[in-house]
C-alpha cells in the first residue's frame, strides 16, 4: 500500500503558525482535494510532503511505508511524488519537450559515463524516453509545440507542460498545485476529465490544492478543508459542502451557489 | 600580553574589515547581488582621501585637511558607488524584471565582476600601479584607537540608520520584497541607490582607516581587504549588520593572531578555512537568519 | 555504415594526421610545415590549450549557471603537477631531448595526474560551497586560487625549509618558478599531437555532457533549482560532479600548459592569478554560455588579442611611447576594454555571442538505437491522426476526443515498445 499518511503536522515560520496540526490519510488511488481560502496552508502543506520545507517537532508524514521527513526534495521525488507549482515553475530557456525530459533523469538506465562514451544503451535510452515525453505531450495537446521553449507557451498550456512534466517522473501520486488557476469553465471541464483519465490509466493518487468549485466539486472523492493552518472539515464533497463551518469561514455566499452549479 | 595585544590590534583591524564588509551586506540583502566593485570603490576611496587631503593643505593644518578630505572622499566614492549601480546594475535589472531570462543569476555576477576589473585597471591607468605613501596623520600610538572609535561610532549610526529611520524601513522593506515594496509607493530606485551611496562611503571610511594604519596606498589593494571583508560578511551572516561586524572583528583577531605563529603568511588560508567550516556547519552565518524561500 | 565503424575510421584518420602534425612521419613535421613561424605555432597551441579552459569552464559556469571565478587556481595544480610528474619522469627517461615516442609515456601519466589532482581539489572546494544556493561557489573559488598562488608565492626558498610540506613546496621553485627537477626547465614533452588530441577529447567530453540528461538537468538546475529537484535531479550531486569534471579538464590544460612545445620552460604562479581566471570567464561569456562552440571561439579569440598586447609591447613605437607615458599600461588597458565590453555584452546581450546555440547543430538530435526509420514514421502518422482530430472538433469537446485518441496512441507505443524490448 502507497497511501499518504500526515499526522500532526505543525509548521512555524517565526511567530506564524502556517500549519497546525494538520492530519489526514491520503488513500491509493483516490483523487483528494485540500481546499480553504488563500493562506489557510495548502501550499504549505504541499511543500511539507516534498520536503521543501521540513515540519516542526512531533509531526509525521509517510507514504506508504517509508518516512518522508529525513528525505530531500529530489529523494521524495524519486519515490513516486511528483507535483506542479502554484505560480508556475519551468525550466525557462529549455525547450517543451526538454522540460519533459528533465524529468526522466530518475528512470535513466544510462548514466553520465555511458553518455560519454556514446554507447548503444545511451541512444536506446535517450530514443525511448524522446518517445515516452512525446507521448506525454500528445497526451496534453502539447507535441506540436515540443521545440518551442517553455516560455512562449501561453499560460494555460504551461500549467498542462507541468503535469506533463510531473507525469514523465512516472509518480505513484500526482500533487497538483491550483491546475485550474486561470482557466476558463471549458478548459477547466477539460481539466476535470483530463485528472479523472490520469488517475485511471496510470493508477495514480492524486492531491489536489485548488480554488474553483467547479473542479473540486467535481472531481475530487474526499475533501480536507483548511483555515489558518488547521482542520476545519474532512469528508466526501457532499458532506463537506453542507457543513455550517466551511461554509461560514470559507465558501461564503457566491462559492456556495457556483458549488450548487458546478454540481453534476 | 602578547596575545592580548593582538587582539586589541586585531579588534581595531577588524573595525576596519567591517566597515567595509557593511557595505557588501547592505548590498546583498537588498539586490542579492556579490557586488565585487564594493572592493575597488574601498581602494578608489583611500586615492579619493590622499588627493583630497594633500589638496586641503596638509601642511597648514593637517587636521583640517585629514578631516575635510577623507569627508569629501567619502563623498565621491558615495557617487562613484550610485554610478556603478546605475551604469552596471540598474539596466539588467530594468529589463528582467518582466520575465525570468536566461543565466538571471549570473548575469549580474559578471557584470559586478567585469566592473570591479575596470575600475581597478581603471586606477592603474591613472594613478599607475605603484605604492603610494599616505600621509601620517594620526600619531601612530593612538592610530588603533581612533580606528576603533570612529568605526564603533559609525556602525552605531549605521544600525540608528536602518532601525531607526523612514529611509531604513523603506530599505528593509526592499530587501524583503521589491514588487510589494515598488506597490506600497517606495522609490525602489532611489532606496536602492542609497544603499549603495551609504555602503561606498562606508567603504571609503574603512579605505582610509586602512590606509592609515598602513601608510600605503595603491591599485591592487581592494583585492585581499575586498576578499576578506566580504568573507567576514558571509562568516557573520550575509545580509545581517550585527554580523558584519562580528565576521569583520573574528578576522581582524584571527589575523593578528596569525602573525605571531611562524604561519602568518598563511592567514588567507586560515580565514579560508573558517569560511568553510561556516558553510558546512551554519551555512546562514554566525548571525544570519535562515531564509525561507517562497515556493 | 555502422555507428561503430564510422566512429573507428574517424578516430583512426584524426590519430593518423596528429602523428603527421607532430613528426612529419619522417619528413618535416606537418605542424611546421603548414605554420613555419615558430611565434605562430606558439599562438596556436596556447590557443588551444586555452580552448581546453574555456570548454571545462563552461560546464560548471555556462551549462550549470555557478559562478567560479578561480578556475586559474585549478589549471595552476595541474600544471604544477604536470611539471613534477613530467620532470621526474623525464629523468627516468634517461634526459636529453625529449623524444615524441617519449612523449607516449609522459604525457598520459602527466594529463592522468594534472586532472586527477585537480579535480580532487575541486571536490574540496565544490562540496562544501555547492551544497549551499547562493553564490558562495564565487567567493569561495576566488580564495581558493588565490590562497594556492599565494602558497607556492611564499613559499620559503633556499636551505631553511623544514618539515616534509615547507620543503615539498620550497621545492616548487616560489615566484620564480618550477623548472624541473634538475632546474633546466620542465621538457616540452606536449606537441601538437597532445594539444591538438586534447581539445578534441575535451570538444567531445564537453559536447556528449551537454547533448544528455545528464546535461539537459543541468541547464534544468540552472532554470530552476527546486523545480529541477521536485523532479528528482539531486542538486548537489549534479552540481559537484560537474564542478569536479570542470576542474579535471582545468587540470588537464595545466598539464599541457607545463610541458607545452615552445612554451615557457618555468612554470610560474603568476601565470595563474585572477586576471586568468577573468579571462577564462571573458571567453565562456563572450562565446555564449552554455555553447560549446562558443567556448571554443571565445577561448582563441581571447588569446588572439592577449598575444596581440604582448606583441605590441615589443614594438620600437610602442615602446618609444610607453617610455613618454610610463602611466599607460597596456595590459591594464586591456582589462579595461574587456570588462567594458563584458558589462555592455551583459547589458545588450546577456546570452552572449552564440547564446547556447552551437554552430554545427542538428535541429533535434538524430534518434539512434532499435529501428529509427520505423519510429519516425509511427510518430508523424500519429501526429496527423491527432492533427485531425483537433481540426474537426469544437473547443468543447476537444478535450475528450483528445484524451481518447491519446489513450488509444498511449497503448499502442505501449505495445510496440514492448514488443520491442522482448
Known amino acids: ?264 | 600580553m602578547k596575545i592580548l595585544n593582538a587582539i586589541i590590534a586585531g579588534v581595531a583591524q577588524g573595525s576596519m574589515i567591517a566597515l567595509v564588509s557593511l557595505g557588501y551586506t547592505m548590498v546583498y540583502g537588498i539586490l542579492k547581488l556579490i557586488n565585487f566593485a564594493h572592493s575597488e570603490v574601498f581602494m578608489m576611496g583611500a586615492f579619493f582621501g590622499l588627493f583630497l587631503t594633500v589638496g586641503f593643505g596638509l601642511d597648514t593644518s593637517p587636521m583640517f585637511a585629514g578631516v575635510a578630505g577623507t569627508l569629501a572622499a567619502m563623498v565621491l566614492a558615495g557617487l562613484l558607488g550610485a554610478l556603478v549601480e546605475k551604469v552596471a546594475y540598474a539596466p539588467l535589472r530594468a529589463r528582467s524584471g518582466g520575465r525570468s531570462n536566461t543565466n538571471t543569476r549570473i548575469t549580474p555576477l559578471v557584470t559586478a565582476l567585469g566592473m570591479s576589473v575596470l575600475l581597478q585597471n581603471l586606477a592603474q591607468l591613472l594613478f599607475t600601479a605603484r605604492y603610494r605613501s599616505y600621509p601620517q596623520l594620526l600619531p601612530i600610538e593612538n592610530a588603533r584607537t581612533i580606528v576603533f572609535v570612529v568605526a564603533v561610532v559609525v556602525m552605531i549610526a549605521l544600525q540608528f540608520l536602518v532601525y531607526g529611520t523612514w529611509f531604513g524601513k523603506a530599505m528593509r522593506a526592499v530587501s524583503v520584497n521589491v514588487e510589494a515594496a515598488r506597490l506600497m509607493g517606495i522609490r525602489t530606485g532611489r532606496v536602492i541607490s542609497m544603499t549603495f551611496v551609504t555602503g561606498s562611503m562606508l567603504a571609503a571610511l574603512g579605505g582610509i582607516l586602512y590606509c592609515l594604519s598602513q601608510s600605503q596606498v595603491y591599485p591592487t589593494m581592494g583585492v585581499v581587504i575586498g576578499t576578506r571583508s566580504f568573507v567576514a560578511a558571509v562568516i557573520g551572516g550575509i545580509g545581517s549588520i550585527p554580523g558584519a561586524v562580528l565576521g569583520g572583528v573574528l578576522i581582524g583577531v584571527i589575523g593578528e593572531l596569525t602573525k605571531l605563529t611562524p604561519y602568518s603568511g598563511l592567514q588567507d588560508v586560515i580565514i579560508f578555512t573558517v569560511l568553510i567550516v561556516v558553510l558546512l556547519v551554519r551555512p546562514s552565518g554566525l548571525l544570519g537568519k535562515a531564509g525561507i524561500e517562497k515556493v | 555504415m555502422p555507428r561503430i565503424v564510422r566512429g573507428v575510421l574517424i578516430t583512426a584518420l584524426v590519430v593518423v594526421v596528429l602523428i603527421w602534425l607532430e613528426s612529419g612521419f619522417g619528413a618535416s613535421p606537418g605542424f611546421q610545415t603548414v605554420l613555419p613561424d615558430a611565434a605562430w605555432r606558439q599562438l596556436v597551441l596556447f590557443a588551444m590549450v586555452n580552448v581546453v579552459i574555456a570548454l571545462s569552464l563552461n560546464v560548471i559556469n555556462g551549462m550549470a549557471g555557478q559562478f567560479s571565478i578561480g578556475h586559474a587556481g585549478f589549471v595552476g595544480i595541474g600544471a604544477y603537477t604536470g611539471a613534477l610528474v613530467a620532470g621526474h619522469l623525464h629523468v627516468r627517461l634517461g634526459s636529453g631531448d625529449p623524444q615524441f615516442a617519449n612523449s607516449f609515456i609522459v604525457m598520459p601519466l602527466v594529463l592522468l595526474a594534472s586532472g586527477t589532482i585537480a579535480a580532487l581539489f575541486g571536490l574540496l572546494v565544490g562540496l562544501p560551497s555547492l551544497r549551499l544556493r547562493g553564490d558562495y561557489l564565487a567567493i569561495v573559488t576566488l580564495g581558493f586560487a588565490e590562497i594556492f598562488r599565494l602558497v607556492i608565492a611564499t613559499a620559503q626558498t633556499g636551505g631553511t625549509a623544514e618539515g616534509s610540506v615547507a620543503k615539498f613546496l620550497a621545492s616548487l621553485g616560489g615566484q620564480n618558478g618550477y623548472a624541473g627537477p634538475e632546474g633546466n626547465g620542465v621538457p616540452q614533452y606536449a606537441g601538437p599531437f597532445w594539444i591538438f588530441g586534447s581539445v578534441i577529447v575535451a570538444t567531445l567530453i564537453a559536447w556528449r555532457i551537454k547533448f544528455s540528461g545528464w546535461g539537459r538537468a543541468l541547464r534544468a538546475l540552472r532554470e530552476d533549482e527546486i523545480a529541477a529537484s521536485a523532479v528528482g535531479v539531486d542538486p548537489t550531486r549534479y552540481k559537484v560532479v560537474s564542478f569536479v569534471i570542470a576542474a579535471a579538464g582545468a587540470g588537464v590544460a595545466g598539464g599541457l600548459f607545463a610541458s607545452m612545445h615552445d612554451g615557457s620552460p618555468t612554470v610560474q604562479p603568476d601565470s595563474f592569478t585572477f586576471v586568468q581566471s577573468f579571462d577564462a570567464i571573458t571567453m565562456v561569456i563572450l562565446g555564449g554560455s552554455g555553447s560549446v562552440s562558443g567556448a571554443i571561439v571565445g577561448g582563441v579569440f581571447v588569446t588572439v588579442t592577449v598575444k596581440l598586447i604582448e606583441q605590441l609591447q615589443g614594438l620600437e613605437s610602442i615602446q618609444a611611447f610607453r617610455a613618454d607615458h610610463p602611466s599607460i599600461d597596456l595590459n591594464a588597458l586591456r582589462m579595461v576594454v574587456y570588462a567594458a565590453v563584458l558589462i555592455g555584452l551583459m547589458i545588450l546581450r546577456p546570452e552572449g555571442l552564440f547564446g547556447e546555440r552551437e554552430i554545427f547543430r542538428r535541429k533535434r538530435p538524430k534518434k539512434g538505437g532499435g529501428d529509427p526509420d520505423n519510429n519516425a514514421a509511427q510518430k508523424s502518422q500519429s501526429t496527423q491522426e491527432s492533427t485531425q482530430d483537433s481540426e474537426n472538433s469544437t473547443p468543447a469537446d476537444k478535450e475528450s476526443t483528445e484524451s481518447a485518441s491519446s489513450k488509444q496512441a498511449t497503448s499502442e507505443t505501449l505495445t510496440t515498445a514492448e514488443g520491442t524490448a522482448s
Open chain 1, 1 to 264: 500500500m502507497s497511501e499518504l499518511v500526515l499526522k500532526n503536522v505543525t509548521k512555524r515560520f517565526g511567530g506564524l503558525r502556517a500549519v497546525g496540526d494538520v492530519s489526514f490519510t491520503v488513500p491509493e488511488q483516490s483523487i483528494f482535494g485540500l481546499i480553504g481560502p488563500n493562506g489557510a496552508g495548502k501550499t504549505t502543506v504541499f511543500n511539507l510532503i516534498t520536503g521543501v520545507y521540513k515540519p516542526d517537532a512531533g509531526s509525521a508524514i509517510r507514504f506508504g511505508e517509508t518516512d518522508l521527513l529525513p528525505l530531500k526534495p529530489p529523494m521524495i521525488a524519486r519515490l513516486g511524488i511528483a507535483r506542479t507549482f502554484q505560480n508556475i515553475r519551468l525550466f525557462g530557456q529549455l525547450s517543451v519537450i526538454e522540460n519533459v525530459l528533465v524529468a526522466s533523469e530518475k528512470n535513466r538506465k544510462a548514466h553520465l559515463g555511458a553518455a560519454l562514451l556514446r554507447l548503444p544503451i545511451f541512444y536506446r535510452d535517450e530514443s525511448e524516453t524522446y518517445d515516452k515525453a512525446l507521448e506525454l505531450l500528445r497526451i496534453f495537446d502539447l507535441h506540436k509545440m515540443a521545440d518551442e521553449t517553455s516560455t512562449s507557451l501561453s499560460y494555460g498550456n504551461q500549467r498542462r507542460l507541468e503535469i506533463a512534466r510531473a507525469m514523465m517522473l512516472k509518480p505513484k501520486m500526482l500533487l497538483l498545485d491550483e491546475p485550474a488557476a486561470g482557466m476558463n469553465y471549458g478548459e477547466a471541464e477539460g481539466l476535470k476529465k483530463q485528472i479523472h483519465w490520469l488517475r485511471d490509466e496510470f493508477k495514480l493518487t492524486v492531491v489536489l490544492v485548488e480554488h474553483n468549485m467547479q473542479v473540486v466539486m467535481g472531481v475530487c472523492e474526499e475533501l480536507h478543508v483548511l483555515d489558518h493552518g488547521e482542520t476545519i472539515a474532512h469528508g466526501t464533497p457532499e458532506h463537506v459542502k453542507k457543513d455550517p463551518k466551511v461554509l461560514a469561514a470559507y465558501l461564503g455566499e457566491e462559492a456556495s451557489e457556483s458549488t450548487t452549479e458546478a454540481a453534476p
